[in-house]
């Protein structure tokens, strides 16, 4: 499985971005997806994550009302939309493929395929 991210670049806070992720390799529709992130200096932490069929989704508390995460299984792509960004949101963003037999999203723990990061930078 190979995941492609695009979509990343600089933006004013309180703008909006929205990030991409193509995967190849696999049906998609095996897998729940995430988007994940790393600032400098910090821990990588899960941003987003969506169960097979796109019912199930979770959230961090950061970005809760402000980030959407969305998929389309016939494209093979998972969407992160990303409103009202803030400083602290700068990182580089990547997507992420748990296989799952369940229509559950997935812990942070659970990803097996990682694609290459995209850097969102948010100034103030």
């Known amino acids: 499985v190979q995941l492609q991210a695009s979509g990343g670049g600089l933006v004013q806070a309180g703008g909006s971005l929205g990030l991409s992720c193509v995967v190849s390799?696999?049906?998609?529709?095996?897998?729940?997806l995430g988007w994940f992130r790393q600032a400098p200096g910090k821990e990588r932490e899960l941003v987003a994550s969506?169960?097979?069929?796109?019912?199930?989704?979770y959230y961090t508390d950061s970005v809760k009302g402000r980030f959407t995460v969305s998929r389309d299984n016939a494209k093979n792509a998972v969407y992160l939309q990303m409103n009202s960004l803030k400083p602290e949101d700068t990182a580089l963003y990547f997507c992420?493929?748990?296989?799952?037999?369940?229509?559950?999203?997935?812990?942070?723990?659970?990803?097996?395929?990682w694609g290459q990061g995209t850097l969102v930078t948010v100034s103030s």
């Open positions: 969506i169960s097979r069929s796109g019912r199930d989704s």
């Open positions: 992420a493929a748990a296989p799952r037999y369940g229509d559950t999203y997935a812990g942070p723990t659970e990803y097996d395929y």
């Open positions: 390799g696999r049906t998609l529709y095996w897998y729940a």
